[in-house]
């Protein structure tokens, strides 16, 4: 199959219409901005000092999902808190129109993010100031994911790009509007590994394709290549997302230096 025979569609989070069109169905980027692990939905109680500290923070995150961010002074500190984000390729994130600060708390909203990866959170004090603060995470994962009447040539593949995190359960729906006899010819992990079996679990009525699939591999795009085995036609892809609930965990850490000291995983934050 030649190159120009090959498109790779990123499916838009519904009820988005604009597709991004993608030259290439990559892999999760490499992280180059390393950290303390935590996962979006955790709480951090830690500081900055002294003056110049830098913490630094990592989570996995989609293409598609959205990310909000608070970042407040602990009780009685005087730290001026500084946010920064991170993409999985280590340059920065530009938050401007997401972000605020009010009565000295950082405030990012429903930030969206490009790519799925590991991203990173930088956490330091303005002015030279030092002190305590809380970190508190949140992410909203793409629910739904689909394009109508994506056209697809006699003889040609298109991939779909699946955003994933660990434990993704999604139920793929393929309806043909026209007569071309597609089929679902490959299902490939975000490190490019086939897997037949994946395609054994969708099954067939009419110009229907549908299934359910649990993808153990993240963060990263899984591509559902479908191809055409005559005429052109029409496909309309839904694909329904369920992440892992987050464990919402409180993560204190020791202010003179980003280790990990406690865990209350059971409840989290509101």
């Known amino acids: ?145 689909s394009a109508r009447r994506e056209p697809l040539g006699a003889g040609e593949t298109i991939d779909f790009a699946i955003p994933s995190l660990p434990g993704l359960v999604v139920k793929v729906k393929i309806r043909e509007r026209g007569e071309g006899g597609f089929e679902p010819i490959a299902f490939l992990t975000p490190d490019g590994e086939d897997l037949p079996d994946a395609l054994a679990l969708l099954t067939r009525k009419k110009t229907t394709v549908k299934g359910t699939l649990t993808l153990g591999r993240g963060p990263g795009d899984y591509v559902l290549r479908i191809g055409s085995a005559s005429a052109a036609t029409e496909l309309d892809v839904t694909v329904k997302c369920r992440y892992p609930r987050p464990l919402r965990r409180r993560i204190e850490l020791s202010p003179l230096e980003p280790a990990i000291t406690a865990f209350d995983p059971p409840n989290g934050w509101d």
């Open 1 to 145: 199959m030649s190159p120009a025979s090959r498109r790779c569609r990123r499916l838009p989070a519904a009820p988005a219409v604009l597709a991004v069109l993608l030259f290439l169905a990559a892999p999760a980027l490499g992280m180059s901005f390393p950290g303390v692990p935590i996962e979006a939905g955790d709480q951090v109680t830690s500081g900055i000092d002294p003056a110049g500290d830098e913490d630094r923070f990592e989570f996995d995150g989609v293409a598609g999902g959205k990310l909000s961010v608070t970042l407040a002074p602990a009780k009685g500190s005087e730290l001026l808190p500084s946010l920064r984000l991170y993409a999985p390729d280590g340059s920065e994130i530009s938050t401007d129109g997401f972000v605020r600060v009010k009565k000295g708390r950082v405030v990012l909203r429903k930030l969206p993010l490009p790519v799925s990866g590991r991203y990173g959170l930088s956490v330091a004090g303005g002015d030279g100031t030092t002190g305590g603060y809380v970190l508190k995470t949140k992410a909203a994962w793409p629910k739904k994911l």
